[in-house]
């Protein structure tokens, strides 16, 4: 078998399930290589949701890794410096793979390993970044010249979507190093059992006090400014129908200023951050996913993924990277456009109305979204290398 060295940060639970399924393939033989240290595998504080966060699902399972010594005096993603592994080459060298796949590259060690294996061993990148937050200027004309040299060390990218591609291709990738491998999330464990699912989401619904006819709007991540959480309270000002609800599922920066609007509005309600085994039945509660970003950085959107696994129809803005690949307009969702918001106004007023039309529109996504799979990352993978 082929071997490929795999470096990334920490686990999360977005691609340990795909590290155990090349594992299992027997075509591949992996060893992941976590930059953070020992670090990798406790709780970490995120800034975003403002509290420490341990995933409640297994992210260490049915694939060989280990723990790189991390010097940094910082240690975390959140900078370039807050990874430094002197022995990290020296590791993957010995272990003389045939190929190593890289995560990100703005990290001392990532940007030291890009360099130590240039034409030495073929090197594989995986990054999510797009175009969608660029402007016009001196600073993205010269970061526009170093990212060229830097993706011109690389030899194959798996993007994750059309703007990913965009990305890379600007920055001077050709299209026969350029491989689809899909942002994706474990859809059968969002989609099954679906009844049981169900029936938990129900009993919760009535503890939150909506009823069976109630149309709920749900927005579920950080609640901070890049994701944009008060569009949706503006959007629910605009229609008074007491049958239109809004449910926010995180905590954040703007949690104080959304509870006083919830005071103000009874309509509104308020869950905390919940973890990964309560996420199928949460996404259950409502008729109607809103990711309405603003940016900067939201290259993909993997709310979206969730909510059609779990089988919802879903609304994004033009500056959520994954949305242009995962909404059909009016067939499985709606894009937001902030400039003109009548298409998604009339989904909600034609829902309230008639609710099995978001439940058509949910059924659709739930059968796109199959498209992207933690296999067809592994069959990308595999082809490769």
């Known amino acids: 078998m082929k071997k490929l060295a795999i470096v990334t940060t920490h686990p999360i639970q977005y691609n340990a399930p795909w590290f155990k399924l090349l594992q299992e ?51 975390g993603s959140h900078h370039r ?21 890289i995560f990100g590259w703005n990290f001392v060690s990532h940007w030291n390993c890009i360099k130590y294996f240039h034409k030495k061993i073929p090197l594989l990148f995986r990054g999510d970044s797009t ?40 920055h001077g990738l050709k299209n026969n190093q350029l491989i689809f491998a899909p942002h994706a999330i474990d859809n059968h464990r969002f989609a099954e059992p679906d009844a049981l699912y ?12 909506i009823e ?20 949706v309270i503006d959007f629910l000002k605009k229609n008074s129908n007491p049958r239109l ?11 104080p200023e959304l509870k006083i609007s919830k005071a103000t509005d009874t309509r509104i309600m308020l869950l905390d951050f919940q973890n990964q085994q309560q996420m199928p ?10 990711l309405p970003s603003i940016g900067p950085g939201e290259t993909w959107g993997l709310v979206l993924n969730e909510a059609m696994a779990c089988g919802k129809t879903v609304a994004a803005s033009y500056k959520v990277g994954g949305a242009v ?8 969702g709606v894009m937001i456009d902030f400039d003109d918001t009548a298409c998604i106004e009339n989904l909600i007023e034609n829902a309230l109305e008639d609710a099995t039309i978001l439940y058509n529109m949910g059924q659709v996504s739930k059968e796109k979204i199959k498209q992207y799979s933690f296999q067809q990352i592994v069959n990308a993978i595999i082809e490769v290398v």
């Open 325 to 332: 690949d995962l909404i059909e307009e009016g067939i499985n």
């Open 131 to 170: 175009l969608l937050d660029e402007t016009n200027g001196i600073k993205t004309f010269l970061r526009r010249i170093v990212l060229k040299w830097v993706y011109s060390k690389i030899n194959i990218a798996l993007y994750a979507g059309i703007n990913n591609k965009k990305y890379f291709k600007a």
């Open 25 to 75: 393939s027997g075509k591949v033989d992996i060893l992941v290589f976590y930059t953070w240290g020992q670090l990798a595998s406790e709780p970490k504080y995120d800034p975003g949701f403002g509290k420490a966060v341990q995933w409640d699902i297994p992210l260490l399972e049915g694939y060989p890794y280990c723990f790189v010594e991390n010097i940094s005096t910082d240690p």
């Open 212 to 231: 069976p006819q109630d149309v709920v709007i749900l927005f579920i991540g950080k609640l901070e400014k890049k994701k944009n959480p008060f569009f």
């Open 81 to 101: 410096k807050g990874i430094i592994n002197p022995t990290l080459n020296k590791l993957i060298e010995r272990w003389q793979p045939d190929r190593v796949l």
């Open 245 to 255: 609800k809004v449910l926010f599922v995180g905590n954040g920066d703007l949690e």
């Open 281 to 290: 039945v949460i996404y259950r509660l409502g008729n109607i996913l809103f």
């Open 198 to 209: 169900q029936q938990q989401a129900a009993v919760l619904r009535k503890q939150l006090g």
